[in-house]
């Protein structure tokens, strides 16, 4: 099958309206699929304001304000008017990205028109109840997401932990690995900046820890703060940094009152900063992959973080950095305290992660995805 001969509609239930690692994963595989020929269309909310322009052709779709969350929208229709754009476009295969209400009627809609489906897993909905003190809730929502998955024909995810986890819990018998890559002109160890440091008062010999991601408590903000707390109790000397922004900022702040907060970075900003530091830190467990773990590998740094999917496909214990148990902050903290005590030790590590950074390239991992949509399509012809 030839790529031009493929029209993907894609469905995520955030495109472009706030930044994260996901829906830039999705950019970059729309744009990778626009210069084969294929031709794409994409069904997503829409703000007057978004964080970045679409890749592509974006249609918005109705959607509602996340409780709590008031930056993230929650697609929940498919209105006549959306329905007859699908309907014009005329989709061979149907791309869903996340497991809302519109994602299950998209499904829906292409099942009854012998029209195949995949689906792309991002993220792991069910460990972000325990967060909001609804954990019990925890095998309701894996149920949900089974049943979304397995109406799907093949799902992709990022990592083969998360693929192993994903069978394990019979979400699929069709799962593919759709890795991530990472912009090594942007992030690598060049950007380095001993002025950038010394702006922000940062002293050359300091062992600065780093965070970087959406300032939400699902990406371990406490665990962070505490490690930090832990490791200085056992008299380890250290300087930390925040990357980035979100609803529990004044939290964050409030914890780590003498820490660094740049706010949300972007293109070589954001490079200078994160080659700038040390150590990244890393204790969230609710990533399928890890965008900023692998853009601070590229970066030269060596990673402290928690075993949980994703992370473990990426982080080689004592090779790449440095894995300890889910929320053991004395663990966390007898790392940096190993790791400020020797230099030598956080440049090898980051060195290794740095070369397994470069093996990532963006083109032929988004080829995965193409090839799994032409397998898709030709398993349903040969069915009819």
Not at 170 to 180: A, K, T, V
Not at 245 to 262: K, M, N, Q
Request: glycine share 6%; net charge positive.
């Amino acid at each position: 099958m030839k790529p031009e001969e493929l029209r993907i509609a894609l469905f995520s239930g955030n495109y472009n309206y706030v930044r994260d690692g996901a829906n830039q994963a999705l950019n970059r595989l729309v744009g990778y699929l626009l210069r084969q020929g294929a031709q794409v269309r994409i069904y997503s909310p829409t703000v007057k304001h978004p964080a970045f322009p679409p890749t592509g052709d974006l249609v918005g779709v109705p959607a509602f304000k996340v409780p709590r969350r008031q930056e993230y929208r929650i697609p929940y229709h498919l209105p006549g008017s959306v329905r007859r754009d699908l309907e014009a476009f005329a989709p061979n295969v149907i791309h869903v990205a996340s497991p809302d209400f519109v994602g299950h009627r998209a499904i829906t809609w292409a099942r009854g028109r012998n029209i195949p489906a995949v689906a792309s897993v991002h993220t792991r909905f069910d460990t972000y109840l325990q967060y909001y003190g609804l954990a019990f809730l925890e095998p309701a929502a894996r149920a949900i997401m089974r049943r979304f998955y397995r109406r799907c024909d093949a799902i992709v995810v990022p990592a083969e932990s998360t693929a192993a986890i994903f069978r394990a819990q019979r979400m699929n018998s069709d799962i593919s690995l759709w890795s991530r890559g990472v912009d090594r002109e942007q992030f690598n160890p060049d950007r380095r900046s001993l002025d950038w440091r010394r702006s922000h008062n940062i002293a050359d010999d300091d062992m600065v820890v780093v965070f970087l991601g959406r300032l939400v408590l699902e990406k371990g903000l406490d665990v962070f703060a505490d490690a930090i707390d832990a490791a200085r109790a056992i008299d380890v000397p250290l300087r930390v940094m925040a990357i980035g922004d979100g609803p529990a900022r004044s939290y964050f702040e409030e914890r780590l009152p003498d820490a660094i907060f740049t706010g949300q970075l972007t293109g070589v900003e954001l490079a200078t900063a994160l080659a700038s530091a040390d150590v990244f830190l890393n204790p969230s467990i609710t990533e399928t992959f890890g965008n900023v773990t692998l853009e601070a590998m590229a970066s030269g740094l060596p990673v402290i973080a928690a075993v949980a999917s994703g992370t473990t496909s990426l982080v080689h214990d004592r090779i790449t950095g440095r894995l300890a148990n889910p929320g053991d902050t004395e663990a966390f903290a007898e790392i940096l305290a190993t790791y400020q005590s020797n230099p030598d030790l956080r440049a090898r590590h980051g060195g290794a992660g740095l070369e397994v950074a470069r093996t990532m390239d963006w083109d032929d991992i988004n080829a995965v995805v193409m090839h799994v949509y032409e397998r898709v399509i030709q398993r349903r012809r040969r069915k009819r």
